[in-house]
């Protein structure tokens, strides 16, 4: 039976177009299409025709004009059917191991035919064989693997042509071409068309890397990974990469190419940047316009390079704007407050243009000029904090010279000064960049040059004196200080009295006829303090009777008298008689301090027991505390009155202290108390940072009480042997002018401490030194260092001054000495001076001009002071103020320590050389240890099995620091010790200069 038997074929044409149009829109690769060929197939047929048994059959058809061909069968009333159609050989590309097999088909309704519906099949089978050659005509069944048994969705019946397509995967193709059959088995099918295909993912560009096409994969390999390369001006850290799906579609970019610096991406490809843009790095960002104050480049720009005056700084990006060097600092001004101290503050309002940045600091250069000739300043002045890279709009500069122009040139900087003044010469820089000058003319506060006597009568004497600099230069009227006393020293009594006047003229009166009287005069800056130095005359009354030499200088008199203040009363200082026995802390007849210093009565020291009650004079100085204020906690030491204790005070409005109460113990005497209470009216007469603060005092309960700041390490001398050798020598002549200090501070109150010693310092946390143990009688009483002498009282023979011990001339010269003695106990961690010397042995050797060696690790320039202390003439000695400007320059230059004063370790730490106190050699390491003061250890070298003097001489420094010796100074005491034992030849000798 002929397939088309009854169907109508106009439908059919229209079918087979529309199958056509379809194929063309996919993105297939196409190895076979049975429609396309358009002509003789060539496909066998199997069996071979059999006259009208003929299996699949060939019908040529002409559509439109075209030919198309197709096969049917349709041997639907016959039984055992088994016709088989065979493809030509179909080569496969290298890649496609899956096939896809579309098939357009119609298969007839078995229903459609009359009486043959018992053997009719609505079904017929897909074959493929595989092969590396054509195999021409020759056929086997048996080669075919089945593939799909094929059945129409929709079957056609008489009326209606129903076209099926279907399409089957043919998998794991490997050889090198396939053969496809179909197998009809007694349906009546027409096979219409037969396209056989693979997929492919096309050649494409993605994410800047373009993929080659590629052969979709099949089951076995679902993903296809690809590598690409990216695109041209495009850069990549790691091979591009993408995924091609078995249905041809890319998938999974991975490696990023992006545009080359000067590109940017447009359309899959990487395009130069625009004129006027740029772009710095590889990166997927679009080009950028210029920043400001740089150029616009051609196309393809990297950077845009600054324009003409303005910078980048190397820390800025390359691809910021770039910015002008500031302009100038504005408003400088200089200010001062401290004439006499040679400082000024200068200040300035920031640059009007910051040429765009954040990052401004300042530098100040400083010259000196005299006449026309200038020079740099130097490292003469000092900068507070710095004289360059100052962030704040200000600065303090000291140690300048009075009378001298100093000019200050304040100049900007910012991030981009540094990189421009390599860049571009200064000469080539816009003036806006330059720095500001200023002038200061800093003037010396006034100085009194000549003092003289203008008149004189038996009763007063006017006088007159010069300042220098010329009043009219003192931007505010000056006043002096004129002090004055009778000559005569003889009495028991000196009275001071002081002036504070506003004109450069004086008259005094009420003076004692034909009378010798020093005067003593001194300018005050306009901020009130001490000018230059101050300029003393003797003037004498004429004797009584004769007439005033000048009636009119009486004019002056009047007139300044009265505008004058009378500031400072007398002051009354006892000076006992070397004869009598007296405790008096006073010496100001004392030809020590002839020069200005003693003149300062404007705040001296007011001896309590001038009060005729004691105890109005610890009020006047004193404040009085409740005792409910005060909270005791510890017993810390004590002292000859009672216990001293820790404790808090806390005041009413005030923040909670730690304080140091002294008490008095019960069954007290009044005398008892007012001596133990005579300390808190001296000390409540000062306030220095290095003299102990007296918080208050409890006098109006039973139980007297003296409360004074805490200091947390207690006394300097137990405080230095707990920490022998822990400090560097800068930090103890740190606390060495921290004491001098104080000591200045007690001596410019004429006061005279008698008794200084390590002991009577206290150092609180910071390591601050403060002076204490103040008081009268009963301060030497209590020092367990006094010791009676033959001239009466109680003295510290290792502490004092050989005057103050012969005749009792105590004065601040005599706490220089004393003051010496500190600086060596201090730089010898807390030994005690002349060790186990007798005082009379000690008073010995200072009259035979011996003095303390160096201690040791002592900078020379330390021990060259203490030598100066100990000057036999005390009016050779340095003063306090002296003492303190040299320390302060030793720590101001810390290589003036660097050089160490000789020493002998048998001298200045008394180390024994080879043997025990008898001369022979040590019988062991405990008689040893004692000798040289460190039996503390015995118990050490014990444990470490060191128990013979042979085994402490094999020891290294390593072993003494091992068996537990941790302090710095004790090691070097023993080690020092050792290399004496080994060095037999050496003999103590006598220590002298
Ligand atoms: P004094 O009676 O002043 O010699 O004091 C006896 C001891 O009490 C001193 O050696 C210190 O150990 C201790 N001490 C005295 N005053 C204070 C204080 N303000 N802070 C700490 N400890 C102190």
Redesign the pocket.
Known sequence: MDFFTGVRPLLFSYVLINGILITLQTKEEVLLDMKATGGELGWLTWPLDQGDKSGWEVTQRTLNGSQFYTYSVCNVGEREQDNWLRTTFIQRRPSASRVFVELQFIVRDCNSFDGTSLTCKETFNLFTSESDADVGTTFRKGQFKKVATIAPDEITSKNELRINTETRVVENLSRKGFYLAFQDIGACVALLSTRVYYKTCLATVKSLASFPETVAGGENQALREVSGACVVNAVSEELPRIYCTVDGEWVVPVGQCQCNLGYEEVKDACQECQPGFFKAAASGDKCELCPANTQRLDSGALFCPCLDGFYRAPTDPPSGPCSGLPSAPRDLVATTTQLSTGKLHLSWSPPEDTGGRTDITYSVECQRCEGNVCQLCGEKVRYEPASTGLTDNKVSVSELDAHLNYTFTVEAHSGVSLFASQATPRSNRPPSTSALTTSLHYTEPPRITTMRLVERTSTSLSLSWDVSPRIRLQPRPIRYELTYRKKDDNLDVTTYIVLLLEKNVVQISDLAPGTAYLFRVQALGSDGSPGGSSIEEQFETSPEGRLTQNNTAVIFGAAVVGAAMLFVVILVLFLRRRKRNSHSRQGPEDTYFSSSEQLKPLKTYVDPHTYEDPNIAVLKFATEIHPSHITKQKV????EFGE?YRGNLKMPGRKEVAV?I?TLKPGYTEKQRQDFLSEASIMGQFSHQNI?RLEGVVTKFKHAMIV????EN??LDRYLKDHDGEFPSFQLVGMMHGIAAGMKYLSDMSYVHRDLAA?NI?VNNNLECKV??FGLSRVLE?DPEGTYTTSGGKIPIRWTAPEAIAYRKFTSASDVWSFGIVMWEVMAFGERPYWDMSNHEVMKAINEAFRLPAPMDCPSTVYQLMLQCWLQDRSKRPRFGDIVNLLDKLLRSPDSLKIIADFDPRVSIRLPSTSGSDGSPFRSVSEWLESIKMSQYSENFTCAGVVTMDHVLQMKNEDIKNIGVRLPGHLKRIAYSILGLKDQTSTLSVFAV
Not at 636 to 639: D, L, M, N, R, W
Not at 708 to 711: D, G
Request: glycine content about 16%.
């Open positions: 810390i030491g004590a002292g001293v140091a002294k102990i004074t700041e805490y200091m207690g006394a002991r206290l204490s143990d209590d």
